[in-house]
Nanobody, 122 residues
């Protein structure tokens, strides 16, 4: 059974930074495609970033490219999302997910965490 637990969310002012963590159990992050998604109230789930196993190639959504960075620590079996230059429109529940194929669609990911709230004030 794969379990994903996010942490690191909170309230930050616009222009600030946060680092989200996703601790995995039941599967190693180094052998699995790991992704971050977000969902704001009344909105569809939006792809944020993903990282593939072994080579660590990354993929970013258009709205976060250049501001957010996904990374992983295989020893800690944890994936991170460093978020810089945060904007009020980044406010959402952020969830990490694990899957077999790199992509931007939520349906490609089989396992999901509960999510962590990120609120950016103006």
């Amino acid at each position: 059974q794969v379990q994903l637990v996010e942490s690191g969310g909170g309230l930050v002012q616009a222009g600030g930074s946060l680092r989200l963590s996703c601790a995995a159990s039941g599967r190693t992050v180094g052998s699995t495609t790991m992704g971050w998604f977000r969902q704001a109230p009344g909105e569809e789930r939006e792809f944020v970033a993903a990282i593939i196993p072994i080579f660590g190639n990354t993929l970013y959504g258009d709205s976060v490219r250049g501001r957010f960075t996904i990374s992983r620590d295989n020893a800690k079996n944890t994936v991170f999302l460093q978020m810089n230059s945060l904007k009020p429109e980044d406010t959402a529940v952020y969830s990490c997910a694990a899957g077999a194929i790199l992509g931007t669609k939520p349906g490609l990911y089989n396992y999901w965490g509960q999510g962590t709230q990120v609120t950016v004030s103006s």
